[in-house]
């Protein structure tokens, strides 16, 4: 029972489509006319016959094909859709889709379609060429029988683009579009280069928008960078965000006020121009000082070493699940194996010292001395072991064979040497990782004042070592100093989870007085990591066997109490740290899907406790305490543990 309950307790969990048809051209199947009974059919439409410059529209191509005539032919038809220029196309199926079938006149057809995303460039009438559509029919059902080649065109289809007001000739044709400065939160240093961006979000070719026009500070230098585009539909409709990305540089210290943008855009829903307007943003400009006042009061180590005992649980967890079950395999042999006169077993030392130095059992003593002298054994000692190894082969393989002599007391002295050396070089494996993983790039950038590099850095590393409480304390120190109080709890709840007692960890904690009192509750109750608790109830496990099997009359009331308290309390610690949890961050909306148009579903308070989903991109699925679901992107949820 406790090896089944080990075993559920390390395994427990801590934590537009290609190939797919537009739902807009899928709406516009009940517009395209029926074929007559029998007869194979292909047309072209446009989802609307006038629109504006730069609005979306589709072109569609249907196939239709009588499922009789269909299931006689040896190849699969071909369907070219119209080939047109002057525009700009977002989306260009190659392959035809399937879009099901219908009964017309008594016979079943299926309906295949080929749908492009397009956007106008310039005013004027567009008349597309005709989509072809070939096939070969066989005359006769022989597989060999000579085919009929057919081909099919379809009208061509006309669409009228009209020119969109003076006022925004050449700009942005969407809908819904809305601006919003978006800057470091920890400010900037005078002649320190940083990154901000004017987000603009809504419906539309995200490609076609022009860069806003800004009239940036006096006080300040502005690099252009090249803008990102984030591209999403929302029922067919392209839409997204462009970020328009600068690299600024201030001259002194101060408040840097970026000033409001006017986006003019021509909305083809109301026919009428329209401004998003991005309000003004201040960003504190910082006083240079230097690295040592910038130094903040809590310290951090830049270590990503992994506890033993955590590398131990997680890392060679198949030797736990052995050791969880040897001992019930031991007593059910023991039980089943008839009594036996007691005997003293015969140690061989010459095959255990051989074993012990890994040399072979043919090796001559002279290697074996050799060998002996590599591991640090005195030379009197090894001298003993060769001249006792050279007098045992002499009686072994000489002319009379008679008993080999017995080991002198140098050769109890060196066994216990090298089985002393062996238990040394198997906690030096455990022990190793512990030298070696030290990464000290974080805590340079947190000693010269660079704080949100430091947190970048020190993320990397927890993601990288997610069982090193140093590298999640780090992060944590590192986020509060930069500001971010919400990311710095999550971490340090992370850390204080993988080690109760790291003292930094607890001073840094006791000092955010700012952290809510529920937040603060989240912290382990237990002054034991989960690991440890394993590790525990695996050694009162044994301890337990062990006095059934040897009848302990003592431990065997007190060994299974002990076992019982200590799998509840790693029952509790597990509930604890279980789960993909995260705490939100200011300013959170959830939506109902993965971009930022998306309709709101309502805030999600700061500080809440949310359970994470698997998501997509850059957002995740959240549960809040109060049974709402949502999206959040990830910047609005700081990750208590990793989340991938």
């Known amino acids: 029972m406790i090896a089944l309950a080990l075993l559920a307790t390390l395994f427990a969990p801590q934590d537009s489509t290609p190939g797919v048809l537009s739902p807009?051209?899928?709406a516009m199947l009940d517009r395209f006319p029926l074929p007559r009974p029998g007869e194979v059919m292909v047309t072209t439409r446009f989802s609307r016959d006038t629109v504006w410059v730069g609005e979306q529209v589709e072109l569609v191509t249907v196939a239709w094909f009588p499922r009789q005539l269909r299931d006689r032919l040896h190849d699969s038809p071909s369907l070219t859709a119209p080939s047109l220029s002057g525009l700009w196309s977002m989306r260009a199926d190659v392959v035809p889709l399937p879009a099901g079938s219908r009964?017309?006149?008594?016979?079943?057809?299926?309906i295949f379609v080929s749908d492009q995303t397009i956007f106008p460039l310039g005013p004027g009438r567009i008349e597309t060429p005709p989509a072809v559509l070939t096939y070969s029919v066989p005359t006769s059902a022989s597989f060999f029988a000579v085919q009929d080649r057919r081909r099919l065109t379809s009208q061509p289809a006309v669409l009228v683009a009209r020119a969109t007001p003076a006022a925004v000739r050449g700009g942005p044709t969407a809908h819904g579009l809305h601006a919003v400065w978006r800057g470091p939160a920890e400010g900037f240093i005078p002649g320190v280069p940083a990154i901000v961006e004017l987000v603009v979000s809504g419906e539309g070719n995200l490609t076609l928008w022009p860069d806003?026009?800004?009239?940036?500070?006096?006080?300040?230098?502005?690099?252009p960078e090249a803008p990102v585009e984030e591209e999403a539909s929302i029922a067919g409709l392209v839409a997204g965000d462009k970020r328009f990305r600068y690299t600024i540089v201030a001259d002194s210290a101060g408040v840097l006020t970026l000033p409001a943008v006017r986006y003019l855009f021509f909305d083809p829903g109301t026919a009428a121009v329209e401004t998003a307007v991005a309000p003004p943003f201040t960003v504190p400009v910082l006083p240079t000082a230097a690295p040592s006042t910038l130094a903040p009061r809590l310290p951090v180590t830049g270590?990503?070493?992994?506890?033993?005992?955590t590398w131990l649980v997680e890392s060679a967890w198949p030797l736990v699940l052995l050791l969880a079950f040897l001992p019930a395999v031991l007593l059910w042999l023991d039980r089943r194996r008839p009594p036996a006169a007691i005997a003293v077993p015969r140690v061989d030392a010459e095959l255990e010292l051989r074993n012990l130095l890994g040399t072979p059992l043919d090796a001559g003593p002279e290697r074996v001395a050799v060998a002996l002298r590599q591991r640090g054994v005195a030379r009197d000692d090894a001298e003993h072991v060769r001249r006792w190894l050279a007098a045992t082969n002499r009686r072994r393989y000489g002319a009379a064979r008679v008993e080999p002599p017995a080991a002198p007391p140098a050769v109890d002295r060196v066994l216990t040497r090298l089985r002393h050396g062996i238990t040394a070089l198997?906690?030096?494996?455990v022990l190793l990782h512990r030298l070696v993983a030290q990464d000290t790039s974080g805590v340079a950038r947190y000693l010269g004042g660079d704080l949100a590099g430091a947190a970048r850095a020190f993320a990397t590393a927890a993601a990288a070592t997610p069982g090193s409480a140093d590298a999640w304390r780090d992060l944590g120190t590192a986020r509060f100093a930069a500001g971010d109080q919400v990311g710095a709890a999550a971490a340090w709840i992370r850390a204080l989870q993988l080690s109760p007692r790291d003292a930094l960890a607890d001073a840094a904690w006791d000092s955010a007085a700012t952290i809510p009192e529920d937040v603060r509750n989240l912290a382990p109750s237990i002054p034991l990591s989960r690991d440890e608790l394993v590790i525990l109830v695996l050694a009162a496990w044994w301890i337990s066997c062990a006095a059934l099997r040897w009848r302990v009359r003592w431990l065997r009331g007190i060994a299974p109490a002990l076992t019982t308290l200590l799998l509840l309390a790693l029952v509790i610690r597990s509930t604890e740290q279980s789960g993909r949890q995260a705490l939100v961050r200011a300013g959170a909306v959830l939506r109902v899907s993965p971009t930022p148009t998306a309709p709101v579903l309502g805030e999600a308070a700061e500080w809440s406790r949310v359970a994470v989903d698997p998501g997509q991109g850059g957002w995740r699925i959240v549960r809040l305490s109060d049974g709402r679901r949502g999206w959040l992107p990830v910047s609005a949820i700081a990750a208590i543990g990793p989340l991938d």
């Open 103 to 110: 009964l017309v006149g008594g016979q079943f057809y299926d």
């Open 212 to 223: 806003p026009d800004i009239a940036w500070p006096a006080d300040v230098h502005v690099y």
């Open 24 to 26: 807009r051209a899928r």
């Open 303 to 309: 270590d990503t070493s992994t506890g033993p005992v």
């Open 426 to 429: 198997l906690l030096s494996l």
